[in-house]
């Protein structure tokens, strides 16, 4: 079966293009408003407030108000990372919504069509993906959204770092800081 590299391309290009407007949505509903940029300038303040609190951390008799501060900075942060979250809900459902028309759109042209060849066999989660709607048994044919999801992953971490578009690095995880920070 011969694959034609005009069809993949086109696949690739229209992941960019999506994920592009779709950034841009966000700048324009999210990134771009004052709010989030005080909300952005609060948290990075939050967070080097911790880390030096963290850093300064000593075992002595003072050790549960230096706690104390540590837990209140936590939860402060995390209250600003619920609200940043929050900010964000309209911007990801309107992606959310492009992504599915522009995924529906291209399936509808490409569906049953093999756009690339992989070198492997892929491992069984993942030929529900490479697969999905291709007849035949040969599980090295590639459809159409494989190449999409792989695509707009790569466009998508790219696009937010070369605009400054990431958000505000977090000291610990979505659960919290780790038990381990307090007991040296």
């Known amino acids: 079966m011969d694959i034609n590299i005009g069809e993949t391309l086109f696949i690739i290009v229209g992941a960019a293009i999506s994920i592009s407007v779709g950034e841009l949505v966000s700048w324009f509903l999210v990134y771009r408003n004052a709010d989030y940029k005080d909300l952005v300038s609060r948290i990075e303040t939050a967070v080097t407030k911790y880390n030096k609190e963290k850093e300064s951390f000593v075992k002595e008799t003072n050790a549960k108000n230096q706690e104390k501060r ?3 900075i ?13 900010k964000k809900m309209i911007s990801n459902a309107a992606v959310a919504i492009l992504s599915i028309v522009t995924i529906n759109s291209i399936g509808n042209y490409y569906s049953g069509i093999v756009v690339a ?6 491992f069984w989660i993942l030929q529900q993906i490479t697969h999905r709607g291709l007849n035949g048994e040969d599980l090295t044919d590639c459809s159409y959204i ?6 707009a992953l790569i466009f998508k971490s790219n696009i937010q770092k070369i605009f400054g578009l990431e958000g505000p690095k977090m000291p610990f995880g979505p659960g919290g800081p780790q038990p381990s920070l307090f007991k040296q």
């Open 70 to 72: 540590l837990a209140q």
């Open 146 to 151: 494989f190449i999409y999801i792989l695509s």
């Open 117 to 122: 060849k992989l070198a492997f066999e892929p």
């Open 74 to 86: 936590e939860s402060q942060i995390k209250g600003l990372n619920y609200e940043m979250t929050f």
